[in-house]
């Protein structure tokens, strides 16, 4: 399968996808992943990537669309891309290159959240900054507090998940990254709408039981 994982941030996009892949085997492509590892590799594209992500600012659609299409042609058969396209010119440069190879997307995974749960979800939000793996502070708590599961050390908040920059995405993901919903109905493609105002477990069940009555 090929998949696309939207919602808006806080939505539990993240956890959703790790859960996909270890259950279907499948590659699981974070732009924001990506992003943070061209950051931290001092590139070029994580130099101009930087000031956008600290202040929860989209990065421009051409600097995303290249890295993601140079991800995808380097990823396993079957992927979910997460935080990506968060555009319609994203989805359409997507579609563009994946008609190229002769591919399509299976499905679009549409967590929904209304607004007021996510300022609490995002500003509890602790993640690794080694492996990338991300805690709640009440929700999903680590086994040792503060601390990451997998021996890496401490836990921080990410820039972005402050209160203000957390206003600002959800200003963001409404003027732009909702519409990307509609772009891919518009265009006939299966989407699996899934309450995710609710425990993770429970989302994480409609999730699959949806993917597996797609998988038939």
């Given at each position: 399968?090929?998949l696309i994982?939207?919602?808006?941030?806080?939505?539990?996009?993240?956890?959703?996808c790790k859960?996909i892949?270890?259950k279907?085997g499948m590659?699981?492509?974070s732009?924001?992943?990506i992003l943070?590892?061209?950051r931290?590799?001092?590139?070029e594209?994580?130099?101009?990537?930087q000031?956008?992500?600290?202040?929860?600012?989209?990065?421009?659609?051409d600097?995303?669309i290249?890295?993601?299409?140079?991800?995808i042609?380097?990823?396993?058969?079957?992927?979910?891309?997460?935080?990506?396209?968060?555009t319609?010119?994203?989805?359409?440069?997507?579609?563009?290159?994946l008609?190229?190879a002769?591919?399509?997307?299976?499905?679009?995974?549409?967590?929904?959240?209304?607004?007021?749960?996510?300022?609490?979800?995002m500003?509890?939000?602790?993640s690794?900054?080694e492996?990338g793996?991300?805690?709640?502070v009440?929700?999903l708590?680590?086994?040792?507090?503060?601390?990451c599961?997998?021996g890496?050390?401490?836990l921080t908040?990410?820039k972005d998940d402050t209160?203000?920059v957390?206003?600002y995405?959800l200003k963001?993901?409404?003027e732009?990254?909702?519409a990307?919903?509609?772009?891919?109905?518009?265009?006939g493609?299966t989407?699996?709408?899934?309450?995710?105002?609710?425990?993770?477990d429970?989302?994480?069940?409609?999730?699959l039981?949806?993917?597996?009555a797609?998988?038939g």
């Amino acid at each position: 399968m090929k998949l696309i994982l939207l919602g808006p941030p806080g939505a539990g996009k993240g956890t959703q996808c790790k859960r996909i892949v270890d259950k279907y085997g499948m590659g699981h492509l974070s732009s924001g992943d990506i992003l943070r590892a061209e950051r931290k590799a001092n590139s070029e594209l994580g130099q101009k990537a930087q000031s956008y992500m600290d202040s929860g600012a989209l990065v421009p659609d051409d600097l995303i669309i290249d890295m993601m299409i140079a991800a995808i042609k380097k990823a396993p058969s079957g992927y979910v891309l997460d935080g990506f396209p968060r555009t319609v010119v994203q989805g359409e440069g997507l579609d563009a290159a994946l008609e190229k190879a002769g591919e399509k997307i299976d499905a679009i995974v549409n967590l929904q959240v209304p607004d007021e749960p996510i300022m609490d979800r995002m500003t509890g939000r602790r993640s690794c900054p080694e492996c990338g793996a991300v805690y709640h502070v009440v929700n999903l708590k680590p086994k040792a507090d503060g601390q990451c599961d997998a021996g890496c050390g401490a836990l921080t908040q990410r820039k972005d998940d402050t209160p203000e920059v957390v206003s600002y995405r959800l200003k963001t993901y409404h003027e732009q990254t909702a519409a990307v919903v509609g772009y891919y109905q518009g265009k006939g493609n299966t989407i699996l709408d899934i309450d995710a105002n609710q425990d993770i477990d429970k989302v994480t069940a409609s999730v699959l039981g949806k993917l597996d009555a797609l998988n038939g």
